[in-house]
Nanobody
Framework: QVQLVESGGDSVQAGGSLTLTCLTS????????MGWFRQFPGKVREGVAS???????NYLPSLKSRFTITRDNAKNTVHLQMNSLKPEDTARYYC?????????????????WGQGTQVTVSS
């Protein structure tokens, strides 16, 4: 059974940092592209960062200077380090696994999703 479980979401002050973790199971982690997405209330889900099987990454350009995606193939986990958080980063963040062999930010390239973790940034 495929499972993706996000953790690390929290309420923080602007300028703070958070690291989100996605623990996966039920599939060969090293064969999947992994991505982080976020969704604002009433909006479509948007790609934040992706990391392919070979470690190449792709970021939403506006976030590239503040967010870093990494994967730990030994622990079947993917992380999203978020620095200098802003109130506009407030959203629900989702982890996803896809079958493409490149880092992609498009939701339709992902087959499996977690339930999300809430990040709230106050000013």
């Amino acid at each position: 059974q495929v499972q993706l479980v996000e953790s690390g979401g929290d309420s923080v002050q602007a300028g703070g940092s958070l690291t989100l973790t996605c623990l996966t199971s039920g599939f060969p982690f090293t064969s999947r592209t992994m991505g982080w997405f976020r969704q604002f209330p009433g909006k479509v889900r948007e790609g934040v960062a992706s990391i392919a099987q070979d470690g190449t990454t792709n970021y939403l350009p506006s976030l590239k200077s503040r967010f870093t995606i990494t994967r730990d193939n030994a622990k079947n986990t993917v992380h999203l380090q978020m620095n200098s958080l802003k109130p506009e980063d407030t959203a629900r963040y989702y982890c996803a696994a896809g079958d493409k062999y490149f880092a992609t930010l498009y939701t339709y390239n992902y087959n499996d999703w977690g339930q999300g973790t809430q990040v709230t940034v106050s000013s």
